[in-house]
């Protein structure tokens, strides 16, 4: 294909400098990951997003059961009646409930949400299988999609219907419970860092943006491209919130009747907006090995040279027996050139082209996704090779998204410092916990609290919006 052909081809890919929203747009759409549906604010998962979907949701799952978790399943639709139980958590989720109000050709008495969340559900099964202190703790997680009425939406970021697990345990004692909220918070954690190849925030959310119901939030928060905050996970400790008004109680070892204390804790699709977000550039996606569909691509050049395919094929075996996912593109009607850049758009991390120059030295060609680098691997060794450009490849991704991190996150000391700082990333501040400078904030820079580091250090003695006297160290920036 003529060279003019294939620059054509990522041309249609919006400059994240020009417009970041719409490169988001473009990579989302070209890489072929979803499309849209005929209801508003839904989408359909594409076979390569859903892979990559599926490839979170094994190794989360994987984690979760690591933790002594198990997985169960809540139906889709909730009375009326249940969400009304605890006051606070129906308050927070009403304005984004759909409702079923007909069955068949029947009008319900009762109206029936699709579930925004499971707590309601989670809390009246809870209430029936627990009887004694010997059944404590429950942790359990589910796999599901959930409901909520958004007004504007956005692929994986933010739609109306989203895939999600969330994690739902009760416990004994506070301390359990507290113990639990903070365990899954490291587990989130390092899946983002470790997997996913995305730097977070960890820490716990103020009041104003704790969920609604809890007694305390934590979140891990990650920072994209163009420096915004999303929250990529959160953990709740609900304590006796809903264990009073769903009645969950159990008979304890000396005999009496006691309310369990709770937790939840959930991530979602938004991941998938994460790791683009994060990584992605003018060519289309960049996938950390560990969550690509496809670790290794095989491009045969020259396919029409005997040995060539032969040869391609049994380092495809080779690759496949290893435990790598890998790809041959055998496919005889598109140019080699057109194939770079379909498979550059995909994000996949490591290219190997093998020619017939390649096969006479002994070697595969290769080219890195994440750093374009360049190389050559022999074929006598090649699993070895592929696995320690694959690792060095996950490394790399974190180390960059790491350093943007911290280059873009300063501390401040006023609000003409803040306002500056949250245009292009963190701002960590010095705060006096009043909501009225939350408040302030938000309303003057668009910005919000995103969460309290564990480190509470003081760096500064006066609130950032007000003067006085300050409390907390907490991290601020836009977000979506």
Request: net charge negative; proline share 4%; hydrophobic share 40%.
């Given at each position: ?13 919006t400059p994240?400098d ?5 490169w ?20 359909a ?63 319900l ?67 359990e419970?507290?113990e ?21 925030f ?26 915004k ?8 400790n ?16 000396e005999g ?16 998938i ?5 994060t ?5 289309g996606l ?44 055998d ?7 057109w ?5 550059e ?10 020619g ?20 050559t ?21 974190f ?16 609000m003409?410092?803040?306002?500056a ?16 400078c ?12 995103r ?10 003695d006066?609130?950032?919006?007000c ?7 907490m ?6």
């Amino acid at each position: 294909m003529a060279k003019g052909k294939e620059q054509a081809f990522v041309q249609h890919i919006t400059p994240r400098d020009e417009n970041f929203s719409q490169w988001y747009t473009d990579v989302v759409r070209m890489a072929d990951l979803m499309d849209y549906t005929p209801v508003r604010g839904c989408i359909a998962l594409k076979p390569y997003g859903n892979r990559i979907w599926e490839l979170i949701r094994e190794e989360l799952d994987r984690r979760f059961k690591e933790t002594g978790h198990e997985n169960v399943s809540m139906p889709m639709l909730i009375p009326e009646s249940l969400l009304l139980k605890e006051a606070e958590h129906v308050e927070g989720f009403a304005p984004e409930v759909a409702w079923v109000t007909q069955g068949g050709g029947e009008v319900l008495q009762e109206r029936l949400a699709i579930r925004p969340t499971s707590e309601t559900m989670f809390c009246t099964m809870f209430a029936q299988w627990v009887q004694s202190w010997r059944d404590l703790p429950m942790k359990y997680n589910q796999w599901c999609s959930v409901m909520r009425w958004e007004k504007t939406t956005r692929p994986f970021l933010r739609t109306a219907e989203f895939w999600w697990q969330e994690g739902h345990t009760i416990h004994a004692t506070a301390e359990e419970a507290q113990e639990e909220t903070l365990l899954m918070l490291e587990v989130y954690r390092s899946f983002c860092e470790d997997v996913l190849a995305v730097p977070v925030f960890s820490g716990q959310k103020s009041d104003k943006e704790k969920f609604a119901g809890a007694r305390a939030t934590y979140s891990v928060e990650a920072m994209m491209q163009d420096g915004k905050a999303l929250q990529a996970g959160t953990t709740h400790n609900f304590g006796t919130n809903f264990s009073v008004p769903f009645n969950i109680q159990y008979q304890n070892k000396e005999g009496e009747l006691a309310y369990v204390h709770e937790t939840s804790w959930g991530m979602s699709t938004r991941l998938i907006g994460a790791i683009i977000m994060t990584h992605g550039d003018e060519r289309g996606l960049k996938l950390p090995p560990a969550i690509a569909p496809f670790q290794v691509v095989i491009l045969p050049i020259a396919a029409h040279k005997g040995g060539v395919m032969e040869k391609c094929g049994e380092v495809f075996d080779l690759l496949k027996q290893a435990g790598i996912r890998v790809k041959l593109d055998d496919r005889d009607h598109l140019s080699p050139g057109w194939k770079f850049n379909e498979w550059e758009l995909k994000g996949v991390p490591l290219r190997l082209e093998i020619g017939p120059r390649d096969i006479e030295n002994g070697v595969a060609s290769y080219m890195r996704r994440d750093s374009f680098e360049k190389g050559t691997l022999q074929l006598d060794d090649l699993t070895s090779g592929v696995k320690t450009l694959l690792e060095g490849i996950q490394q790399g991704m974190f180390d960059l998204a790491d350093a943007f991190k911290v280059e873009r996150t300063q501390d401040v000391s006023n609000m003409e410092e803040l306002t500056a700082q949250v245009q292009v990333g963190y701002a960590r501040a010095m705060w006096c916990g009043n909501r009225a400078c939350e408040d302030k904030i938000k309303d003057e820079t668009s910005a919000t609290s995103r969460n309290m580091p564990f480190d509470q250090t003081p760096f500064g003695d006066s609130c950032v919006c007000c003067g006085e006297k300050a409390r907390k160290v907490m991290y601020f920036a836009k977000a979506y």
